[in-house]
């Protein structure tokens, strides 16, 4: 199982970005794929998920209207979009997917991608 993040960076408060996680190694639309993130000195928080077919989606309450959770099944990648974002919104965003090793519930994570907002 490979997932690998892409387009962090720096942005400006009120821009946007849209993150990237390439899937391998597993019947990616069979899964739900997940988006969180963790800040310096916090914990790691779930952002957004995306069920299987990508119709049903969740947000965490601090993001709701402006990131958005989507995926592409024929190309195993899932994406987050970013937009009117804020400077509490800077973290290493990771992309997950539980699935079943040795009979039992396993998260696999990506390397992670840095997203920093500021002026």
């Known amino acids: 199982v490979q997932l690998v993040e892409s387009g962090g960076g720096l942005v400006q408060p009120g821009g946007s970005l849209r993150l990237s996680c390439a899937a391998s190694?597993?019947?990616?639309?069979?899964?739900?794929m997940s988006w969180s993130r963790q800040a310096p000195g916090k914990e790691r928080e779930l952002v957004a998920a995306?069920?299987?077919?990508?119709?049903?989606?969740d947000y965490l309450d601090s993001v709701k209207g402006r990131f958005t959770i989507s995926r592409d099944n024929a190309k195993n990648t899932v994406y987050l979009q970013m937009n009117s974002l804020k400077p509490e919104d800077t973290a290493v965003y990771y992309c997950?997917?539980?699935?079943?090793?040795?009979?039992?519930?396993?998260?696999?994570w990506g390397h992670g991608t840095q997203v920093t907002v500021s002026s």
């Open positions: 190694g597993f019947a990616f639309s069979a899964y739900v």
């Open positions: 997950s997917t539980q699935l079943s090793r040795a009979g039992a519930p396993y998260t696999y």
């Open positions: 995306v069920l299987r077919s990508g119709e049903s989606t």
